[in-house]
């Protein structure tokens, strides 16, 4: 018979029994049922042991709640050992929790030698066995035990699937992952919810977004998951616009964006830059809660910096009830895309003051500030000061921001010693840094290492080529800029096309180097012609040395007039309302001659000063410009 104390403990399950168990979910979900009596298994884990110890019970579901209640690995092995000399190894549904418990515990040896002794497999054994695998990171015996899970002929169910599905995305094996599409046909789960959602995530993240497109447009059911799913995968893919499309949509079939939509959402609008939606999603969110937790409160200023509103993003920050180290860094980040590095270091020394301990990503937001700033002697303190006060090794990022730091400043033998110094694996952002130096400073010997090393890791990225030809044309070495050229051909790599975007009318308008697609193309390059000649009238000398072709230099001169960049303002100035900002973003890099000169004009006007602000976003280089009608007040 059960002593009191046992009885006590089964009330937690006795309603398992009558119970049907179809899934792991829901198998598992009745069992973890008894957790709801915690507060008083929780009260003494010794006591546990010796309830384990003491019991001459056979009744499997007083092992039920026992494994539910086990705090540690050796308590699991106990029971384990009990049951093994009770003979109660026969019963799936308490062999089922033990070897849960194994998988929770994260002990999948023995988990995996329970899982091959056992007499009897159903879905349940299967699904957390490769679930285990799975969460482990195991891709090898997660695959091999799906394998046999089909040769088995036992039935799938939509819990398996999904995980099998996942590290498929993890490991962006997109081979794997069909085949696993094709199983699911064939067993007529394709087209269940959980399914149909990881199998979106998994294709979006493995590159290929118009199957997962696909896949959502014949879903028969979207629930907000899905919804959320397939907004970030968009916005993960470089079509953040569509993002906003999707969350209209979402919202107009009758669902209510949650917290991790929210957040999803904010970070399309962050990519976009897309202030008019970032402005009609800040009121959605004041409407839905009272406040913000830290993770929206996060993305929302990582939003509002990025769509060109520093002001604004400080303002959230300083209303957040609470900030951690992320919120800190994100908010040091900001002002370093703004240029604003003083005040980024500004929030730094509050931070520290707060106590609040910063971690790599402080720091890394702490150097791309100062880099982009020029402050050179503060971002070798702070490089120092990561090392041997906060024992923060630096790791390839940080070492990037340094090596763009030194180089933007002219100190490339620095720059250089630094990179062959350090002994952390240099990859293509590094390098690509330090060749964008080079070719500041016509350091053609410098560069062509660089591009070796670059063409090394990654022959197929096309900037690497163009960067180099870009150098050799400005050096004047046309043979070496035809080689490039043809080695480009050879191996079928294209330069990819600069876009410069610009926000009017609540929609973004897309200009080329010389487009005249655009609906008001006249108008635009009206404006543009009487731009450029009040400036030159002011001053203004184009810098041909930035058109890198064997041209003559009246056709230097239409190259450089017909910048994108150029006729996104133009276009700004005819469209935008006075009073308003203009905001253009890049693909690409910036333009030295438009930031540099073409934008400097505060010579017509000393009161009004131009804010150039540069933000590197999704391995791009995007320019924000805000000239706060900079322009027509200077008469233009």
């Known amino acids: 018979m059960f002593t009191l104390k046992n009885q006590r403990l089964l009330i937690a399950v006795t309603s398992i029994e009558s119970q049907k168990l179809c899934?792991?979910?829901?198998?598992?979900?009745?069992?973890?049922?008894?957790?709801?009596?915690?507060?008083?298994?929780e009260q003494n884990t010794s006591l546990l042991t010796n309830q384990i110890q003491e019991t001459t019970s056979l009744d499997p579901r007083f092992y039920?709640?026992?494994?539910?209640?086990?705090?540690?690995?050796q308590q699991i092995?106990?029971?384990?050992?009990?049951?093994?000399?009770?003979?109660?190894?026969?019963?799936?549904?308490?062999?089922?929790?033990?070897?849960?418990?194994?998988?929770?515990?994260?002990?999948l040896d023995d988990a995996n030698s329970l899982f091959d002794e056992m007499p009897a497999r159903n879905q349940i054994s299967w699904s957390v066995m490769i679930g285990g695998f799975a969460k482990a990171s195991n891709h090898t015996n997660?695959?091999?035990?799906?394998?046999?899970?089909?040769?088995?002929?036992?039935?799938?169910?939509?819990?398996?699937?999904?995980?099998?599905?996942?590290?498929?995305?993890?490991?962006?094996?997109?081979?794997?992952?069909?085949?696993?599409?094709?199983?699911?046909?064939?067993?007529?789960?394709?087209?269940?919810?959980?399914?149909?959602?990881?199998?979106?995530?998994?294709?979006?993240?493995?590159?290929?977004?118009?199957d997962a497109r696909k896949l959502f447009d014949i879903m028969p059911e979207k629930d907000l998951t899905t919804w959320t799913v397939m907004i970030g995968a968009c916005a993960a893919n470089g079509n953040a616009s569509e993002s906003l499309v999707l969350f209209d949509h979402m919202r107009e079939s009758g669902l209510l964006p949650d917290k991790v939509c929210m957040v999803t959402i904010v970070n399309a609008c962050a990519k976009l830059g897309a202030m008019h939606k970032a402005k009609l999603i800040h009121k959605l969110i004041q409407t839905q809660y009272h406040s913000v937790d830290m993770i929206l409160g996060t993305a929302m200023i990582d939003m509002y910096a990025k769509c060109g509103s520093i002001e604004t993003a400080r303002q959230v920050f300083d209303e957040m009830p609470q900030r951690n180290v992320i919120t800190w860094s994100t908010m040091i980040s900001a002002y370093g895309y703004h240029g604003q590095a003083q005040k980024a270091l500004e929030i730094f020394h509050i931070m520290s003051k707060n106590k609040i301990t910063p971690n790599k990503i402080t720091f890394l937001s702490l150097l791309y500030a100062c880099s982009h700033s020029g402050?050179?002697?503060?971002?070798?303190?702070?490089?120092?000061?990561?090392?041997?006060?906060?024992?923060?090794k630096?790791?390839?990022?940080?070492?990037?921001?340094?090596?763009?730091?030194?180089?933007?400043?002219?100190?490339?033998?620095?720059?250089?010693?630094?990179?062959?110094?350090?002994?952390?694996?240099?990859?293509?952002?590094?390098?690509?840094?330090?060749?964008a130096s080079c070719r500041i400073y016509n350091q053609v010997e410098m560069a062509q290492k660089a591009a070796g090393s670059l063409l090394e890791i990654n022959p197929q990225n096309p900037s690497h080529y163009i960067m180099l030809s870009n150098i050799y044309a400005k050096a004047g070495k046309w043979d070496d800029v035809a080689k490039i050229r043809v080695q480009m051909n050879n191996i079928n790599v294209k330069k990819t096309?600069?876009?410069?975007?610009?926000?009017?009318?609540?929609?973004?308008?897309?200009?080329?180097?010389?487009?005249?697609?655009?609906?008001?193309?006249?108008?635009?390059?009206?404006?543009?012609?009487?731009?450029?000649?009040?400036?030159?009238?002011?001053?203004?000398?184009?810098?041909t040395d930035f058109v890198l072709h064997d041209v003559s230099e009246e056709v230097k001169l239409g190259n450089l007039y017909e910048h994108s960049e150029k006729l996104a303002i133009a276009y700004g100035l005819i469209s935008i309302?006075?009073?308003?900002?203009?905001?253009?973003?890049?693909?690409?890099?910036?333009?030295?001659?438009?930031?540099?000169?073409?934008?400097?004009?505060?010579?017509?006007?000393p009161l009004v000063m131009p804010k150039l602000l540069t933000m590197m976003l999704c391995g791009t280089e995007r320019c924000s410009a805000e000239l706060k009608d900079a322009l027509r007040k200077a008469k233009f």
């Not at 730091?405 to 590094?430: S, Y």
Request: charged share 20%.
């Open 577 to 605: 309302p006075e009073g308003n900002p203009i905001r253009v973003t890049k693909n690409l890099r910036g333009n030295r001659h438009l930031c540099h000169n073409f934008m400097k004009v505060d010579k017509l006007d």
């Open 394 to 435: 630096p790791d390839v990022k940080h070492y990037t921001c340094m090596v763009d730091l030194l180089g933007r400043a002219g100190r490339l033998d620095q720059a250089f010693t630094m990179i062959k110094n350090m002994n952390v694996e240099k990859d293509e952002g590094l390098w690509s840094s330090f060749l």
């Open 64 to 73: 039920v709640s026992a494994l539910i209640n086990c705090k540690h690995l």
């Open 142 to 210: 997660c695959f091999e035990t799906f394998r046999e899970y089909i040769r088995s002929g036992e039935q799938l169910d939509v819990y398996t699937l999904p995980s099998v599905i996942r590290v498929c995305r993890d490991i962006k094996d997109l081979k794997m992952g069909k085949l696993v599409h094709h199983i699911a046909h064939k067993f007529g789960l394709h087209m269940n919810t959980f399914v149909c959602v990881a199998l979106v995530d998994m294709y979006a993240k493995c590159g290929v977004i118009d």
């Open 375 to 392: 402050l050179v002697n503060e971002a070798l303190q702070i490089f120092s000061l990561m090392q041997n006060q906060y024992l923060i």
């Open 497 to 543: 096309p600069g876009w410069t975007w610009v926000e009017a009318h609540n929609t973004f308008h897309r200009f080329s180097s010389g487009d005249r697609t655009h609906c008001e193309s006249n108008a635009i390059y009206e404006k543009l012609e009487g731009l450029i000649r009040k400036l030159e009238v002011n001053g203004y000398v184009p810098d």
């Open 77 to 107: 092995k106990s029971l384990h050992a009990q049951l093994s000399v009770a003979g109660l190894l026969n019963d799936l549904l308490l062999i089922n929790k033990l070897l849960y418990m194994y998988v929770r515990y994260n002990a």
């Open 23 to 41: 899934s792991v979910a829901s198998a598992l979900q009745i069992l973890d049922d008894g957790q709801a009596n915690r507060q008083f298994h």
